[in-house]
């Protein structure tokens, strides 16, 4: 015997949740985690360079986004990747690397004025220069 009331019930339910929780993370990534990439694009670079280096970044960060916003369907789509669940693997490789990536190469930039960071990267670029 089926219930079919029963089960819209639990569909519906299941959609709710699923539009809460979608809704609860954007809220919390939008007002902790999203926000640090201007910051840290804004402190990071050196005065004479910190508008041709928010630029990369932002041309990098539109290039990433349309190219996954292209080649994420294809990846759940069973048809070709078939990979569903499975791209949050992918996600987390991509993080972990650039996690990487950033802890090794941007330099720690706490309790430092702005001509201090100045310093810190001439420095840095005439040392490559000189092993060059």
Known sequence: MSFPLAQEETTNNNRRFTTGACMLIILICGLSVWPAYYAIGAEVSSLHLRSKSQGLGWGVNG????LFAIILPYMYN??????????????????????????????????LTQEQIDKLYQRSAQNENAAA
């Open 78 to 111: 069973i048809d070709a990747g078939n990979l569903q669940g499975k791209v949050g693997f992918v996600y987390f490789g991509l993080s972990a690397t650039c996690l990487l990536a950033s802890w090794c190469l941007v330099k720690e930039t706490k309790d």
């Open 63 to 66: 290039a990433t986004t349309t």
